[in-house]
């Protein structure tokens, strides 16, 4: 129901709308900057909900002006916490006075407190065990089918990755402009009943085993001269990871094989 | 797609389909494990691009890209490593190496362009503080070209040096070769240990 009232419009946010805050999110990083992150694409996502509310040029520029400090979110979750502020500033330009400025007030705390907390979830869940079992899934079935033949293998190896990630990731930013939209400063006790722990602990369980399985069908299908050098990088890999945590970068492992094999191979040890 | 044009082309391709790796969308088109079999089959290889794509996927686990944090690109390292081996280019060791020097220049490369992109978030700061309208959509679309440009040269980079490969005006020690093509052997086996080690397994 829109309200006129000094160059503020209440609205509900219309489906174009919503498409246009949802596209314009996939731009989130495009500017990502040292200093505030991630502000310049909240900027651009929220664009389209603000020229809907403001229908003054004034009123949206400083709306905009505000958003453009510090923010920092798992780019799968940042449509929950644009969804979120949508409703917020919703309600606030319904406001007047000293009430909409405490109201703005409390967006900016909410926006930076809900980006951290979502960016927690999000990169635990999607970077740190989500992506390691779509590799998973997506490495085995592409060994499968390469032992057994079929010329498809890598674009099915491919296909399951693309296919997993994105069903989940695509949910997710999907229906978190909406949830956020609906759930507004709720959003923190709404997160708090969702077993995010749970969802995390079940997806790396999911992809152990499949890396299990994988590790396993390697082993048995390595030609055997193979099998006891795999083995032996596989273990030392392993360990110096134990030991040195990140410093032991796969990228470096490699490097230190490449320079003991040509170190071994000027000692005649290796061709 | 194996002649100079061709692989330039292919270059261009592959810079802007690296924009999905942090930068738009994260739609993971360019992870390797995705964009490998499909770069493969376009330049004639798909074996090779599922193969290099699998190791450079399996190396990037345990290194996410998350806040300020930029690792080895997989994205440049598998295209890079795909450019110069590629349909009769140079030697797949010695390609996945380039490939991994190539993955950590761009991320040099792309924290300095983020450390410049403060003054274009000034930019749209003063030109809001000056009533102006602070032209985001146009904002990201530089920022994204700008990126796509230097990926791109450092992607003909990497044909580059499969000319000078292929016309022998590099040397190619043969210890060299002995020790990248040991490091190739064992990559598949230190890619696993990362998988394991990315779940929490190792």
């Known amino acids: ?271 | 797609m194996t002649s100079l044009p061709g692989l330039l082309l292919g270059a261009l391709i592959l810079a802007l389909i690296e924009l999905d790796e942090t930068a738009a969308g994260q739609f993971m088109i360019s992870r390797p494990i995705v964009l490998g079999p499909l770069a493969g089959a376009a330049f004639g290889d798909a074996l090779l691009g599922g193969g290099l794509g699998l190791l450079f996927e399996l190396f990037s686990l345990v290194d996410p890209p998350v806040g300020g944090y930029l690792p080895i690109n997989p994205s440049v390292a598998l295209s890079g490593a795909l450019l110069f081996s590629a349909s009769g280019g140079g030697p797949t060791p010695a390609g996945f190496a380039l490939g991994l020097v190539l993955g950590w220049i761009h991320g040099l490369l792309e924290t300095t362009l983020r450390r410049r992109r403060v003054s274009t978030a000034r930019r749209a700061e003063k030109r809001l503080a000056a009533g102006e309208e602070p032209r985001l959509m146009i904002a990201a679309a530089v920022e994204l070209a700008r990126q796509a440009a230097f990926t791109f040269f450092l992607l003909a980079a990497a044909v580059l040096v499969r000319r000078a490969f292929l016309q022998g005006w590099l040397p190619q020690p043969w210890w060299l070769s002995a020790g990248l093509r040991a490091g190739l052997a064992l990559a598949p086996w230190i890619g696993l240990g990362a998988l394991c080690r990315a779940l929490r397994l190792a």
């Open chain 1, 1 to 271: 129901m829109p309200r006129a009232e000094a160059g503020v419009t209440r609205a509900a946010m219309s489906r174009s709308t919503e498409r246009s805050v949802l596209a314009r999110s996939l731009l989130l990083q495009s500017c990502w900057n040292q200093e505030r992150m991630q502000n310049l694409g909240f900027c651009l996502a929220i664009e389209p909900w603000l020229r809907r509310l403001y229908s003054g040029k004034r009123e949206r520029l400083e709306a905009l002006s505000r958003h453009q400090a510090y923010f920092n979110t798992n780019p799968y979750m940042a449509p929950l916490t644009l969804g979120m502020v949508c409703a917020l500033e919703r309600e606030a330009a319904g406001a007047a006075g000293e009430e909409r400025q405490a109201r703005f007030r409390r967006i900016a705390a909410l926006k930076v407190a809900a980006g951290g907390a979502l960016a927690g979830i999000g990169d635990a869940l999607f970077w740190g065990a989500l992506r390691p079992a779509c590799a998973a899934a997506a490495s085995l079935t592409g060994l499968v089918l390469w032992r057994f033949g079929a010329r498809a293998a890598p674009f099915a190896m491919a296909a399951v990755y693309l296919l997993f990630f994105n069903a989940a990731t695509a949910a997710t930013r999907c229906r978190g402009l909406r949830l956020g939209l609906e759930w507004g400063e709720d959003i923190a006790a709404r997160m708090k009943a969702l077993p995010w722990q749970g969802w995390i602990r079940k997806t790396r369980r999911a992809g152990g085993m499949l890396a299990g399985a994988l590790l396993a069908a390697a082993l048995l299908w390595a030609p055997a001269r193979l099998r006891l050098e795999g083995m032996a990088g596989f273990l030392a890999y392993t360990i110096a990871a134990r030991v040195t945590g990140a410093a032991a970068s796969p990228a470096r492992f490699y490097a230190a094989c490449c320079a003991l094999g040509g170190l071994a191979a000027l000692a005649g040890w290796w061709r």
